[in-house]
T-cell receptor, first 113, second 114 residues
C-alpha cells in the first residue's frame, strides 16, 4: 500500500530558529513530491520536486528530494510567527493522468515569539 | 486569481440527514477531488473525478457519493450523515500535466454531525 509519512507530527520552536521537516514515502508509481502550507484555510502550494538533489528555494524556505532514499526535507530558516502552520507533504501517484496525491499526516509547526 | 470555492465554511447537521457539500472551480480544470482532513491522519481521498460524469473511489469512499454533472462543479454527498463523518472536508482541482502548481484547494468545510 502506498504511503507518505511525515515527522515530527508537531514541533514548537522560537522565532529565529531553523527547522527541518521530514517526509518519507513508499509509492509504487512516483511522479513528484509536493509541499503545502496550511494556515486557517486552504493549503497553499510551496514546492514541487521531481528530481533528486536539486534544491528548490523560496525566501527562507527550501526543499530537496532524495529519490534513492525516498525522502524529502523542508527547511525553514530564521523562523517567524507567520510560519506557524500545518505543513503537508504529498506524493503524486503517476499511475494515471489524474494527478492523484497521497498525503502524509502533516507537521504542525508553532513558532513562539 | 484562480479559485476553488466551497459553498459552506461551517455546517452542523443531524445524524441521518442527507448532506450536500458543493465545490466550484473557475479554472476549467479536468480533475477534481474530495478529501477529508482529520488530526493525526492527514488528508484522505474520498472520491475524485477526471471528467464530467466520471468518478472514481478514493481510499475511504464508504458512506459518501459524488456527482459531477458540469465540469466546474463537484458535489460530495453524505447519504445518511453519521457522527464519524464529523471532519474538515477539502475540495481541490488540478489540470492534467500541470506540474507547476499541483492542486488548488478550496477553503474547506468544517462539518459537525450531532
Amino acid at each position: 500500500e502506498d504511503k507518505v509519512v511525515q515527522s515530527p507530527l508537531s514541533l514548537v520552536v522560537h522565532e529565529g530558529d531553523t527547522v527541518t521537516l521530514n517526509c518519507s514515502y513508499e509509492v509504487t508509481n512516483f511522479r513528484s513530491l509536493l509541499w503545502y502550507k496550511q494556515e486557517k484555510k486552504a493549503p497553499t502550494f510551496l514546492f514541487m520536486l521531481t528530481s533528486s538533489g536539486i534544491e528548490k528555494k523560496s525566501g527562507r524556505l527550501s526543499s530537496i528530494l532524495d529519490k534513492k532514499e525516498l525522502f524529502s526535507i523542508l527547511n525553514i530558516t530564521a523562523t517567524q510567527t507567520g510560519d506557524s502552520a500545518i505543513y503537508l507533504c504529498a506524493v503524486e501517484d503517476g499511475s494515471s493522468n489524474t494527478g492523484k496525491l497521497i498525503f502524509g499526516q502533516g507537521t504542525t509547526l508553532q513558532v513562539k515569539p | 486569481d484562480v479559485k476553488v470555492t466551497q459553498s459552506s465554511r461551517y455546517l452542523v447537521k443531524r445524524t441521518g440527514e442527507k448532506v450536500f457539500l458543493e465545490c466550484v472551480q473557475d479554472m476549467d480544470h479536468e480533475n477534481m477531488f474530495w478529501y477529508r482532513q482529520d488530526p493525526g491522519l492527514g488528508l484522505r481521498l474520498i472520491y475524485f473525478s477526471y471528467d464530467v460524469k466520471m468518478k472514481e473511489k478514493g481510499d475511504i469512499p464508504e458512506g459518501y457519493s459524488v456527482s459531477r454533472e458540469k465540469k466546474e462543479r463537484f458535489s460530495l454527498i453524505l447519504e445518511s450523515a453519521s457522527t464519524n463523518q464529523t471532519s474538515m472536508y477539502l475540495c481541490a482541482s488540478s489540470a492534467p500535466r500541470d506540474y507547476n502548481y499541483g492542486y488548488t484547494f478550496g477553503s474547506g468545510t468544517r462539518l459537525t454531525v450531532v
